[in-house]
């Protein structure tokens, strides 16, 4: 396809991407500021990916934050074609604290090629309610669904949110799905 470059090279280049253009702007720069928190988002959404509390706890430390949460998915819940592909402890989220400004951001995992379940709800695509929006992706939905109501992730993650000076959210591929539509959830001060 005319896109396989993106699939196959891009899709992992954000951030590089983002790191050179952070390295051409003056110290000075008010937009360095920003453009260093986007930098530090699109890391943080792949750093998701290492599985491993201990590894992703000492990259987090490398970019001056603390990993204060980590949940993988240890429980299934029913819910559209990715129920029946879904494989126990391949769903991760990370959450992060800045100990300065007690910021956080909570990342969520992508599309794992190991992992069929990621794949099924990626093309689950049957539109369906969520949090008061209507026509949403099921399967997107439906795999925020399966991460914010495990029991890993309420416990380890949803308790320590009260104590996060605001919530970035991100996530890549399928967890920038997940990541967008929990985002919209708790803007409209719901759960989803």
């Known amino acids: 396809p005319r896109d396989a470059f993106w699939w196959t090279t891009g899709h ?20 360095l500021s920003e453009l260093s928190r986007v930098y530090a988002m699109s890391h943080f959404s792949f750093a998701v990916y290492y599985k491993l509390p201990q590894k992703i706890a000492m990259d987090a430390a490398d970019w001056g934050w603390n990993l204060v949460g980590f949940s993988a998915l240890r429980e299934l ?3 559209g074609l990715s ?13 992060y604290q800045n100990e300065e400004t007690l910021q956080c951001v ?3 995992e992508g599309t794992n090629l190991d ?11 049957m539109p ?16 925020l ?7 890993d992730y309420q416990d380890v993650i949803k308790t320590r949110l009260p104590r996060c000076d605001g919530v970035l959210v991100t996530g890549h591929s399928l967890g ?17």
């Open 176 to 192: 920038g799905a997940q990541a967008a539509l929990f985002a919209a959830c708790a803007n409209r001060q719901r759960s989803p």
């Open 106 to 108: 909570l990342a969520f």
């Open 115 to 125: 992992d069929s379940s990621d794949w099924i709800s990626d093309a689950d695509a």
């Open 77 to 79: 819940s029913p819910g």
């Open 12 to 31: 992992t280049a954000y951030e590089s991407v983002m790191q050179a253009h952070v390295e051409l702007l003056p110290n000075s720069s008010s937009a």
């Open 128 to 143: 369906k309610n969520f949090c008061g929006i209507a026509s949403v992706h099921e399967g997107f939905r439906n795999k």
């Open 145 to 151: 669904l399966r991460t914010v109501l495990s029991n």
């Open 83 to 95: 129920r029946l592909f879904a494989e126990e402890g391949k769903d991760s989220v990370a959450l």
